[in-house]
């Protein structure tokens, strides 16, 4: 089964399609970390990108060597070297974690690994996991195309990938088997893309309204067997090859949620919930600001 990885993205910044809120309080951060340590949760999951996330951290956590962290390096500026800009970036990292080391190290913009410098990047990788400031290294993608493409190039100890119950592309097509036999761990991300699961239907925002009928199902089924929208989603999650979840909450009462949901257990042909409109499944595609109706 699965572990919980509280993602951090909330810490740094406004984010989240159904984020009310805002970026987190320093007294919310702090509820959430403190219930993550109870709930046994190991892994955060955080980015050089994520605003001032990864500051935040190293002043919430002040050296507390209690979890283990996953950080990404920045997407290089254009017109900047690659492996120049993640050298600096890890530096950054390291300083605003307050850490002489990351547990996992990815690559956050696939493009810089699949570049020109793509092969110098890697090696570089390697190196920063050999000299101990990355204990494991991989990648972040984003559909089967870029990690056929990583695959080619590299042999990462991790990719992060995007998947739900509503998509479930790269369940379907086997690629989350494949790797895990592969012997790759992975990091599931959007998993509630970004709340859309709790979305009331007829209050999706029109350029997600391919998600109507998926979304309509789902709900009949989870009210059916007495659970909520989010138990249905991480039921789903904790079936898949998966070593983490990356669950990202703007509230303490959210994460115990999560993390009461993933106990749950629903057996259901889970196909029947999923969406095929790349557009309305990948958040890069949304118009900025969107906000359910």
Known sequence: MPAIALGTVQFGLDYGLTNSSGQLSDREAQRILQVAQEAGIVWLD????????????????GGDKHFSLCSKTLPTPQGQSVLASAQRSLDLSLTRLRRDHVDALLIHAVGDLLGAEGDRLWQWMASARQ??????????VYDEAEIDAVLERASPDWIQLPCSVLDQRLVTTGVLERLAVRGIRLQARSLLLQGVVNVAPDKLPQPLMALHEPLSKLRRAADQHGVSAIDMALAWAAAQPIELAVLGVTTADELLQCVEAFQRRVELDWSAFACDDPAALDPRKWPKGMRPA
Not at 51 to 56: I, T
Not at 131 to 140: D, F, K, L, T, Y
């Open 46 to 61: 955080t980015a050089a990108a994520y605003g001032n996330a990864e500051e935040r951290l190293g002043q919430l956590l």
């Open 131 to 140: 000299q101990g400031m990355a204990h494991s290294i991989g990648v972040s």
